[in-house]
């Protein structure tokens, strides 16, 4: 009983959420998130058809999520699992599209679709949720593995070919990558330290550097 099982990933777009549950995908809110054949926003949590996933992304309408061999499925009004480059290592949504990482970066909006150099190894968790790989409705950032200390790379939505690079100092350390409405987030590895950018059409607004200490 997938209801009874711990929930080892929650993730909300703007009107749906969804759990993760022993490879179960339960989801409720707007339809066209979901399901766009129902009539009426789906207000029980609805168990999707999907095969087992190891983790998942949403956006604004649609979500996608991996397998355990890397395979992506996708489900709402977005994009479609046969964009993305399998098999893929992580999965990130923002508004209406996302990027998938493996041995290439694909994002999709469900029209145009752009692969990008990548790396198959990536530091952070081998799979799940992208601790190197953050996405908002306007940018895409990465720190793949030949970038463990130098840099960061991001893209926006309007031009994902033309990347912006962060240099990131020698003794830094980057455990993983997030990303909020309009910023993008990174925190250190081994200590207690976030950093924020802005990374708009084809320019990163300020500099990378740590700004908060969580203690």
Known sequence: DTQCAPITQLAAGDANTCALAAGAVTCWGQAAAIDPTSPAPILAPTTLATPPLTAIALGAQHGCGLDAAGAVHCWGSGPSAAAFTAPATHVASGAGWTCTLGAAITCSDGTTTYTRPGSATVRGQPSGPSPTLSVNASAACAAPAEAYSHQIA??????????????????????????????????????????????????????????????
């Open 154 to 215: 991001c893209w926006s939505h309007a031009d994902p070919l033309t990347t912006v690079t962060l240099p990131v100092g020698v003794a830094d350390r980057i455990g993983g990558l997030g990303a909020g409405p309009t910023e993008h987030f990174a925190w250190e590895l081994t200590g207690p330290r976030i950093a924020r950018w802005t990374p708009p059409a084809t320019a990163v607004t300020g500099r990378f550097g740590w700004t908060y200490n969580l203690v």
